[in-house]
């Protein structure tokens, strides 16, 4: 299992970006994906997940701003986020969330700035 991690990059307050996830590997392997943050200096936080049914579960800080989605013939996994704050910017990961992350699974990470 491989996955990678794209599409950050420098986006005003109050814009909008789209990240992706592509896994090598099957998609089986994946129970329910999720997406994390690290800002510098704070602990690494999982913002967004999304089961195999398709169920979706938001951190407080980011519900109703972010959205997680999947496309199965890409193997891909997107997170939009709106409304960016500066307090968004972070390296943003994915991997499996439950029951737990998957220490192999890390990527390199996107980075999302937010700022003017």
């Known amino acids: 299992v491989r996955l990678v991690e794209s599409g950050g990059g420098l986006v005003q307050p109050g814009g909008s970006l789209r990240v992706s996830c592509t896994l090598s590997?099957?998609?089986?392997?994946?129970?329910?994906m999720g997406w994390y943050r690290q800002a510098p200096g704070k602990e690494r936080e999982l913002v967004a997940s999304?089961?195999?049914?398709?169920?979706?579960d938001y951190a407080t800080s980011v519900k109703g701003r972010f959205t997680i989605s999947r496309d199965d013939a890409k193997k891909t996994w997107y997170l939009q986020m709106n409304s960016l704050k500066p307090e968004d910017t972070a390296v943003y990961y994915c991997?499996?969330?439950?029951?737990?992350?998957?220490?192999?699974?890390w990527g390199q990470g996107t980075q999302v700035t937010v700022s003017s």
């Open positions: 590997g099957s998609i089986h392997s994946i129970n329910t």
């Open positions: 991997n499996e969330a439950f029951p737990d992350y998957v220490d192999d699974y």
């Open positions: 999304m089961t195999t049914l398709g169920s979706k």
